[in-house]
């Protein structure tokens, strides 16, 4: 019995011996470090989401890299915790790696915007750019923004801006029922709504707006119960993971027949649990064509080549591509990887996206600028599914750029 | 009921005499602890080692406190995380008041206001939680522990819901001039702070309550019949367990600038018991050892394999199963055998039954990461990396061969470590015994 | 109005069957041996997962079966080749034990079903709505679930006041070491009644699977509930165990109906609320919002009223 | 002068069964005082009552003129009363110097210090080993109290009650189990630390009791049925018919 934890102690010992000699010197490839979740429950977005970077990656390597160099992801697992991805940055920073990839969580997002804020105000030698996929959290581009972070997806209330854009034009819909995790994200989203809603149709009933723990809910029902008591006919949810998944079943024993407007309900496992119990009731607010029914050319093929790569993984977030080929152009344009000159370059971007979309990257607030769908869940004309369960997500209405931009409010400090 | 006899390799309470010779002996022990300290971020090269090892620290700190209560009070808590995430968010609160024009508190100072923040938390749910030991402790510690860290998420205006709190030490009021910009920096104040609170908690427990917690821990019926209320030994360990905690917490809120709600939730509870226990609960030492072997597996691991957490769980159930001492344990059921000087005659068959045992282990991880490979990549993916080797790991063989080498290495074991135990044995015979 | 209460109440009651399910199992395994296995709701969750496998390659009805019988079998080896081993140590020393067998089950599960939530569906023929009040369904495998739930209750119940097995049990669920005394093989009886206990997560988990969803995270979602309801219901009394099932299912469905916080009700009452300072949202917060949270705070005032829970006579 | 201890009319049941019923017994200070009485008689409920253990359903109890009804445990033994256990009741992880050692530390004012170190206390160390001499116990300290002989744990048992310095000392069948050369020493041993002080015991080996005891009561059915010189209580009818007259098994 001892032996065994002598064995392990060994392995240790060897283990600690490899961590203090010093680590490669870096070499040729320009790195992008990925840190995102690798392990644990939420590890299949973040492995999802390093297989569509590496595949972005690889094209750019197969049409000759940027400046002569190609580009390496070099992921890093935070376990969607804050103190892990700052763990993960000081090993990031440590490595000497320019820049660095983010997306789940936006608590995450805010841990490693301010850390990386801190650290290229002290280290002005070693400064490193953030670049955020997908945390949507307004904050980060408004109040807490900085010259270091970019963000390449939109914000909550740019899709509650689409969104209440099209339940305006809706006149059949008459009273809304809002319900979210009680955290951050699902505080926003409602208050959100409720403030748009009551711009865009003042004479749209609010009839319920509700905050749920967070990942603890055992049995919606109740829920569901209360969203038929009220006479809804729609619904608002920002759930993502199992909350949505459950939410979305129990709609569906329940007889809950009105749409749901959500933000991530796709994808990842979740199109599947949700699978008949969603169809024509889910719709998704997001930032690239759904690939049905008739997907842009290039998105078709994006897809299609993915597909072939990795046929358990689907192309959900378009805008991995967009934000690596944006980055690979910046590079290029400042000549370095030098966080600064590389920021200064993106500032202003513009870029045609596989969806064919004109996006800009605005200078005031390092917010990407795009038009936003809203797609339905269904099995009807799918031709790119998700998670290979036959169902996907279909074009329903597109809201163009300028309809959803929202006015910067951000007071950016440059470095002089 | 009678007395159930101890363990062999359970920790004696050796009454140290207060002679001078002992007293200057341990005075070495902590100084040779301070230079070591001290020495080590010139010695380590590695960019990434002074972040870990700061982290080394605080947790080193938190799990010596939590062991305050499971190996000196015998109260196994689930939730010793809120005291110190709690401790934390107050120090990190306190910083953001700090500054020019606000309050005069410089950044070594902070770890005192985490402290009594912790402190201030383990009296208010002590003083009903200490009232018995054992089951009921432990539940209510998990109820308190849930109710704090759903709170978290509901009280915005405290906790700052999913961002936390951020907090800037460099804002805050110098003291003789120390700057704490860098993590160098940074790790030389939790050094420091780490060493004198390890040596508080050592003396806490050589103190009279700290000898009345191990009283207590043993029976506490008896310690009330030598006039000693158990709850109050229970409660005045469980407000110290705090105060170190919240330390810890403070130390946190200075190296990370942040606070979130994970920070005080049941999988940062989890995480000290399991590094506590690893370490071995028995012994001072053992969650030294424990919190530093854990962060490094923890922050270094998730490098190599998506499965880590399964390893650090067959680790752990592993340290139940067969070293319930834990580390400390393994250590110490060793001196025996050095003071006897016959600690060299173990060496070989230590070495045989580490090397069967590598293989065992070799042969398993190669499954476990097959298994992994194949369940989580597409099957058009036909090839991964495994051990410095390219595997093609849909065909049979390399399945066969790692089976096999598992297999092996079991066959090995099994005929090993009953040679490595008669060793062990032998050497760790009194002198002068037959 | 009414039709919500009705319909909170079923689905509390179906909830709450299914709790005693899981803590029928857990209490039968503390009352018995002490041990507070933290992995019981592990079973639970390798209940459902065996299931959608099983349900994949034979169907559904046979899984219900054979899925508990397997976790059941699971169960006796932990006991066996686990427990036992470690019951020398102490009882802290079990209790970490079935918390790495916690930990460990999460991985292994993850390591074999992955990570996304699996899709595993009710059986068709019960995919109708049993009937309809107002807007309101109530689904047909609701119906099934509490059909098996009682059932499974029903033969406990049997089984306990019925049986000279259930005597014996019942006996040394109050006077643990009784047992031994009446000679019989006490670590094979261990072993049985941690895989019957086990056996009962399992089935529970076949039936809630399609329901509750099955991923990864099953376990810790419904693990430290089960506690709850053990301890308030008194640690070894499965009178207690199953009063506080229901209580607690019923208190958490019907707690999400009511919209009141602290701040509506003082103004309700003529209170004038001062909504400022760090306090501020405790006027905001709702019963809705906390309702999950309302068993944890009824497990901390119940043990600190009653250390032995409502129904129990032993703290440890 | 005021009794060590006295009982007035002290009544307890369990669960609706009386075990004591009606209990008024003064103990002079001083003396050494045994309690007899048949299996089932009530003397170690007796016990737990006098030392807080258990609560009385009614009736008083004074520790030298004080009321302590009521009170906990470590209440009771803060006024000078120590007890020690039938079934071995000592710290079974600590070593026997860390035993004797907790069981002064009250006594000597050290309360719940945190800023003072055992190993330090000059006066701590001097009763520890002064009690564990008395013990034949020195050899032994740095042993954990739960791996010693029966006997020794036995003599442990006694020297944690007596360390203290309690004036009111109460030992629960002191030599059970105990062999005859062993009693002997373990009645020397009681004989020196209890010198000058009130000793209460419960007893069933009558050599013992009439060996040491100035004063007997003889409990049956949880009443005193008397209360005595041994030489009056050898000779009483009621004891004899009562108590004595059932053949007695000793050791």
Known sequence: MSKAKRGLIGVLVLAVVAWLAPGAMSADPIRVAYIDPLSGPFA??????????????????????????????????????????????????????????????SGVAHAISDAVQKHNERNPGSRVLYLNYSAVDPALTNEKCHFWHFRFDAHADMKMAALTDVIKANAKIKKIYVIGQDYSFGKAVADAAVKMLGQKRPDIQIVGNELHPIGKVKDFSP????????????????????????????????????????????????????????????????????????????????????????????????????????????????????????????EGMEWTNLSGDHVVMRPDDHQLLMPIYISVHTNKGIKFDYDNSGFGLSLESKIERDKATLPAACTMKRPS | M??????????????ATASWTHRLRRLGVWLAA???????????????????????????????????????????????????????????????????????LPVPVLPLVGGLGGLLFAALFGSFSTRRAGTVFAMISLGVGELIAASSLIFDGFFGGEEGVTTNRTRAPLLLGLEFTTDRQVYYLIAGWALVAAALMYSFSRTPVGRMANAVRDNAER??????SARWVRF??????????????????????????????????????????????????????????????????????????????????????????????????????????????????????????????????????????????????????????????????????????????????????????????????????? | MLELALFSLLNGLVFGMLLFMLSSGLTLIFGMMGVLNFAHASFYMLGAYFAYTLGASVDFW??????????????????????????????????????????????????????????????????????????????????????????????????????????????????????????????????????????????????????????????????SIVFVVVVIGGLGSLTGAFIASLAIGVIQTSAVALDLSLGTTAASLGLPVDGGGALQDLWRVTIAQVAPMLPYLLLVLVLIVRPTGLFGTRET | MTPAIELVDVHKDFGGTPIIRGVSLAIEAGTRQALIGPNGAGKSTLFNLITGKHAVSRGRIRLKGEDITGLRPYAINRRGLSRSFQVTNIFPWLSVLENVRCSVLWALGYRYSFWQRVERARDVQERADAVLEQLNLTARRHVPAGVLSYAEQRALEIGITIAGGADVILLDEPTSGMSRSETEQVVQLIREVTAGKTLVMVEHDMSVVFDLADRIAVLVYGEVIAHDTPERIRASAAVQEAYLGVPQTTG
Not at chain 2, 223 to 228: R, S
């Open chain 1, 44 to 105: 299949a977005t973040g492995e999802n989401g390093l297989k569509q970077f590496r595949y972005a990656a690889d094209q750019i390597n197969r049409a000759g890299g940027v400046l002569g160099r190609q580009v390496e992801i070099v992921p890093f697992d935070n376990k969607v915790s804050p103190q892990e991805s700052l763990i993960q940055l000081k090993k990031v920073i440590g490595d000497g790696i320019p820049f660095l990839f983010q997306g789940n969580s």
């Open chain 1, 223 to 346: 829920y569901v119960q209360k969203i038929i008591a009220s006479g809804a006919d729609a619904v608002i949810t920002g759930n993502w993971g199992a909350d949505m998944v459950n939410l979305a079943k129990a709609a569906n024993d329940g007889g809950l027949k009105v749409p749901f407007y959500t933000y991530y309900a796709a994808s990842d496992g979740v199109t599947a649990a949700i699978g008949a119990a969603g169809v024509d009731r889910i719709r998704l607010v997001h930032e690239s064509h759904p690939g049905n029914p008739d997907a842009p050319k290039p998105l078709a093929d994006h897809i299609a080549g993915y597909k072939k790569l990795h046929a358990n993984n689907d192309i959900n977030q378009a805008r991995i591509h967009t934000a690596l080929n944006m980055l690979a152009l910046a590079v290029k344009k400042a000549g370095s990887t030098d966080a600064d000159k590389v920021a200064a370059a993106l």
């Open chain 2, 2 to 15: 009678s007395a159930p006899a101890p363990a062999t390799t359970r920790h004696v309470e050796v009454a």
């Open chain 2, 34 to 104: 301070g230079a070591l300290l001290l020495a080590l971020p010139h010695v380590v090269r590695n960019p990434v080692a002074v972040p870990v090892m700061n982290q080394m620290g605080i947790a080193v700190v938190f799990a010596l406190s939590y062991n305050m209560l499971l190996g000196q009070g015998g109260m196994l808590s689930f939730g010793h995380a809120v005291y110190f995430g709690l401790g934390g968010f107050i120090a990190a609160h306190v910083l953001n008041l700090a500054g020019p024009g606000g309050l005069y």
């Open chain 2, 223 to 228: 310690a009330e019949f030598v006039g000693y």
């Open chain 2, 236 to 434: 005045v360990s469980f407000c110290a367990a705090g105060f170190f905690a919240g330390v810890a917490g403070g130390l946190f809120a200075i190296n990370y600038e942040i606070l979130t709600a994970e920070n005080l939730g049941l999988n940062a509870s989890g995480a000290v018991l399991l590094m506590t226990y690893i370490g071995g609960i028995g012994y001072f030492v053992g969650p030294i050892l424990g919190a530093v072997v854990f962060t490094f597996l923890q922050s270094m691991l998730s490098d190599y394999t998506g499965i880590w957490l399964l390893y650090l769980g067959i680790m752990f159930l592993a340290t139940v199963l067969f070293v319930p001492a834990g580390l400390a344990g393994l250590i110490a059921m060793h001196l025996p055998a050095w003071r006897a000087g016959r600690l060299r005659t173990l060496a070989a068959p230590y070495a045989l039954t580490a090397l069967v045992a590598l293989v065992t282990a070799a042969g398993v991880i190669g499954l476990l990461e097959l298994v992994h490979f194949v369940v989580s990549t597409s099957p058009s993916r036909t090839t991964m990396r495994l051990f410095w080797m390219t595997v093609p790991a849909r065909t049979l063989a390399p399945w066969l061969g790692f089976a096999a080498a598992a297999a092996a290495g079991a066959l090995g074991v099994r005929w090993a470590a009953p040679r490595a135990a008669a060793a062990f044995a032998a050497a760790s015979r009194p002198p002068g015994a037959p």
């Open chain 3, 62 to 223: 046979p899984a219900l079966l054979l899925a508990p019988l397997l976790v059941g079998g699971l169960g006796a080896l932990v006991e066996r080749f686990g427990l036992r081993r470690v019951h020398r140590f102490g009882h802290v020393a079990e209790l970490i034990f079935t918390f790495g067998v916690a930990i460990l089950v999460e991985e292994v599960v993850q390591l074999v079903w992955g990570r996304p939530a699996k899709s595993y569906e009710a059986p068709a023929v019960l995919d109708f709505a049993l009937f309809r009040l107002a807007d309101n369904a109530f689904p047909a495998y609701k119906g099934f679930m509490l059909l098996v739930a009682v059932g499974i209750f029903l033969f406990l119940f049997g089984v306990f006041t019925r049986t000279r097995a259930g005597l014996i049990i019942q006996a040394s669920l109050t006077h643990p070491g009784m047992v031994a005394m009446l000679g019989h093989n006490v670590p094979r009886v261990f072993m049985v009644v941690f895989g019957v206990g086990s056996a009962l997560a399992g089935l529970a988990g076949v039936i809630a699977g399609p329901v509750l969803g099955t991923f990864p995270g099953m376990a810790q979602v419904l693990g």
